[in-house]
């Protein structure tokens, strides 16, 4: 009785092993074709919103650098508007065709909806530094013109080398001749009024060019000389006595601005030469995200949102002596910080030097100084330069995206895959499947 027990269930026991291979494989083959099926139907979209809320970015990612191997496309057109676009696999910047004027954002932002921030050329001023301090302060104002009463035109091209290679895009804003349209109050609040020497008050607009109040300012040259590079372009600021600094500007993620100068109408032969650079933190559609400045200064990082207002006009910009040897930092710098996580998205830069070069041909490297203020819609900051009567005058601020602060990542679906990439896991999982395939048929 026992052994007839123990026949029946070892009979049973094969009989349960082999449908339990065959269910194993079944279910091979079925993981196979889920793992195939689940992988073409993940995420087809461009691009997702990051939301790590827990992100923080330190100076270190701000000084990254590039090998010449980061080589990045460079596309520039423009549109029936006149708008220039110069695009890379990183940054979008546009520059008006009336004002210097560049807006720039993460090329995965569509239209810079998350992260949008600008920055404007807005006055040059003359000014007595009275209290000695280096920087201007309104009250100190000799005289000054807003670029807005100038016509502008707007040059654009591409570097090539041996190679044919495009090198470099560059986009050229030349001044011209006095506009009869132009917006004359956006400065009045702190703006002290000028008086001619008859004490009359000046003039700010005219139908007749001679009666102009910044006619004094038709014959300056001025130019903002934009470039953005495919790979890292390094340079220095020199003079006749040697090299004063060096500088690096990052390939695909920055675009470099030569402010230069010339034929400036002084009319004092000890006054100083301050330039408006108006930057804006926060112009994208989407509330998604809100950002702050932070200057990072001698004493520490001291952050500054637009939407305040300064007690102060004309508050000065500490430059920061980074390794404490006396000698201010070549670069000076400004962060555009996301305040929900603290991760920096992009940099405005400044060399700490600018070149003067004489009638002579002398070229000379001097100190640049610069103040601040907020006025609830942006930041200003002036640039200020000694006096380079019958000379010409040549600085180099930048404004930058960092690739490690973008709003946006790259998908992980399979269809975000390179081509190459896609057919490879295809092949091999077909293979797979085809050896268990076999391997089951030949168990059967």
Do not use: C
Request: no cysteine.
């Amino acid at each position: 009785m026992g052994s007839k027990i123990v026949i029946i269930n070892r009979r049973n026991n094969e009989l349960f092993v082999k449908i339990m291979k065959r269910l194993h494989v079944s279910k091979v083959l079925l993981f196979a074709l889920m793992f195939l099926l689940v992988a073409s139907l993940s995420p087809a979209t461009a691009f997702t919103i990051s939301g790590d809320d827990t992100t923080t970015e330190t100076e270190d990612k701000t000084e990254e650098t590039h090998t010449d191997d980061d080589k990045h496309d460079l596309d520039e057109y423009r549109d029936t508007n006149g708008t220039v676009w110069i695009e890379t696999d990183v940054m979008t910047v546009t520059l008006d065709p009336k004002l210097p004027i560049y807006q720039y954002w993460y090329t995965g932002d569509e239209n810079g909806s998350l992260a949008r921030f600008m920055i404007s050329y807005k006055m040059i001023v003359e000014f007595e530094d009275s209290n000695g301090d280096g920087i201007y302060q309104p009250n100190e104002t000799l005289a000054f013109v807003p670029l807005d009463a100038f016509e502008w035109s707007l040059q654009t091209g591409e570097i090539t080398n041996d190679l044919n290679e495009v090198t470099e895009v560059y986009a050229s804003y030349t001044k011209g001749g006095l506009s009869y349209k132009f917006e004359d109050d956006w400065y009045e609040e702190w703006m002290p009024e000028i008086e001619e020497e008859e004490e009359e008050p000046v003039i700010l607009a005219s139908e007749d060019p001679e009666d102009h109040a910044f006619a004094d300012f038709a014959g300056m040259t001025l130019r903002f000389y934009g470039h953005v590079y495919t790979t890292d372009y390094f340079g220095n600021v020199s003079d006749d006595f040697g090299v004063e600094s060096n500088y690096t500007v990052a390939g695909g993620m920055e675009l470099k601005v030569d402010i230069e100068i010339g034929n400036f109408p002084f009319i004092s032969e000890t006054s100083k030469v301050a330039v408006l650079n108006y930057l804006i933190e926060d112009v994208a559609s989407s509330g998604e995200y809100e950002h702050s400045y932070e200057l990072h200064e001698k004493d520490g990082d001291n952050e500054v949102d637009s939407e305040d207002v300064s007690d102060i006009y004309g508050i000065g910009f500490e430059d920061r002596d980074e390794n404490h040897d006396g000698q201010d930092d070549d670069i000076q710098q400004i962060s555009v910080v996301d305040g929900t996580n603290n991760l920096t998205r992009g940099l405005y830069s400044w060399l700490d030097k600018a070149i003067i070069t004489d009638l002579n041909g002398t070229e000379t490297a001097v100190d640049v100084d610069t103040s601040y203020w907020t006025d609830g819609e942006g930041l200003l900051l002036f640039f200020a330069y000694p006096n380079f009567d019958g000379g010409s005058l040549l600085h180099d601020p930048a404004l930058r995206l960092l690739d490690t602060g973008s709003p946006i990542i790259q998908p992980t679906g399979i269809l975000n895959l390179p081509m190459e990439t896609i057919t490879l896991i295809g092949v091999a999982s077909a293979v797979v499947i085809v050896a268990i395939a076999g391997f089951a048929i030949k168990r059967r």
